[in-house]
Every structure is written in structure tokens, then in C-alpha cells.
């Protein structure tokens, strides 16, 4: 396992990898795996960034995130306007369905539900959401119903996380029951939990995937 300091010079110099973030802004603090992330950012993109770079970072088992976002007051906008912009942004990308998704935004933040046919399609809509000026979060309760109402094929999802270069399959097990995928194991880092629960929702049928992957790193 790293030392703290290890760890926190890579965590450091992960952000400081990133174009859009300013190192300077952020404070990295790190004990026995977990990492406490500081400071102020502009937008709530860069805030979702640090976090990212952060748990892309070999050892790092828990990201307690306390950044604040702070607007110039030239760039604050009335919720309204956000929400206009939003609608706006739903109309423009091709993978969000059309009147499928309903938008409240109180105080610039930004709660979203509905039901959706594909995970994709609400990760879309959050991302979309996430890179505009004046959101200060999202709350994505956004629900799957995928059209395709057999089971779900365990064997399909297992050959494509072996197939991942990132993963060791070996570490991982997949129980299926319906429509609902269970994923548990330890995996290195939590880009690795992040990509094998992606996995697990591009199979056809899946309306839930729960990700009890561990993250447990060892040099």
C-alpha cells in the first residue's frame, strides 16, 4: 500500500495533469487510502473533474469531497435561466430523449427524473447538465426500463469485462436475478469499479446494476 505522502503527491499531480484545473485551487489531504479533496472552483464541471482525476489514482479508496463552487458575479444566473438553458441543451443532443425527462432547479441545484430505456441516455443528460455555467450540482433520480424484458445474459456480461484490458475478471463475480445485476470483488482503483459497472449497464435488459466492487489497492 502507498505511504500517505506517496499517495498525495499522486493525487496532486493527477489534478495538476488536468487542463481545466488550477492545482493551486485544491487542497489534498490523505490517510490510510482515503483522500479529503479542499478549495474553491468555478464551475461544477471542474469540481466533477477533480473528483475524476482523483479516483483515477492508484490507492486511493475513498474520495471525501468538500470543494465550493464560486461564480464570478458577472456569470450568476437565475434558476430560470438555467433551466432554459438545460431544456435548450436536451433539444440539442441527439442521445437525451425528447419530454422524457423532467427538470427542477432550485437554487442552482439541479434535480432530474423520469424514466429512460438506456443508462447511456441518463449519464447524457447529467453530463450535459454538469457543463453549465451556474449549476451547482446534480441529483439524477432518473430511473431504467429497458424495453428488452428477458433476463439478462450473466455469460454476455462476464466475457465483456474480460475482454477490458483495465479489469481482472478473476476478481470479479457477476450475479444476475432478472433484470438486476449484482457486481462484487475488489478491484485496484475506482476507475476500475466505474468501468465495470459501465460494463454491466450497456447489457441489454438491465434495469438496475448494483456495485458492491471494492477498491483495494496493493503496490
Do not use: H
Not at 489514482?57 to 461564480?71: L, M
Not at 440539442?92 to 419530454?99: S, V, Y
Amino acid at each position: 500500500m502507498k505511504s500517505n505522502e506517496v499517495l498525495q503527491k499522486d493525487v496532486q499531480d493527477a489534478i495538476k495533469w488536468e487542463p481545466l484545473l488550477n492545482a493551486a485551487e485544491i487542497g489534498v489531504t490523505v490517510k490510510d487510502g482515503v483522500v479529503t479533496l479542499t478549495g474553491v472552483v468555478d464551475s461544477y464541471m471542474k469540481k466533477l473533474e477533480v473528483e475524476s482525476a482523483t479516483k483515477k489514482v492508484a490507492g486511493v479508496k475513498v474520495v471525501v469531497e468538500k470543494i465550493t463552487i464560486k461564480v464570478c458575479n458577472t456569470c450568476l444566473k437565475t434558476d430560470g435561466e438555467i433551466a432554459t438553458e438545460i431544456v435548450n441543451a436536451f433539444l440539442w443532443n441527439w442521445e437525451i430523449p425528447k419530454n422524457k425527462i423532467n427538470i427542477k432547479v432550485e437554487s442552482g441545484w439541479v434535480t432530474i427524473d423520469g424514466q429512460l430505456e438506456w443508462n447511456s441516455q441518463r449519464d447524457a443528460a447529467q453530463n450535459t447538465i454538469s457543463k453549465l455555467l451556474g449549476v451547482n450540482g446534480v441529483t439524477n433520480n432518473i430511473t431504467i426500463a429497458a424495453e428488452i424484458k428477458d433476463s439478462v445474459e450473466k455469460l454476455a456480461i462476464e466475457r465483456a469485462i474480460a475482454r477490458n484490458w483495465s479489469l481482472d475478471d478473476k476478481n470479479i463475480k457477476v450475479n444476475v436475478d432478472g433484470n438486476k445485476v449484482t457486481l462484487i470483488g475488489t478491484v485496484d482503483s475506482w476507475y476500475q469499479k466505474e468501468e465495470a459497472g459501465r460494463i454491466a449497464w450497456n447489457a441489454p435488459g438491465v434495469w438496475v446494476v448494483d456495485n458492491k466492487l471494492v477498491v483495494d489497492y496493493f503496490d
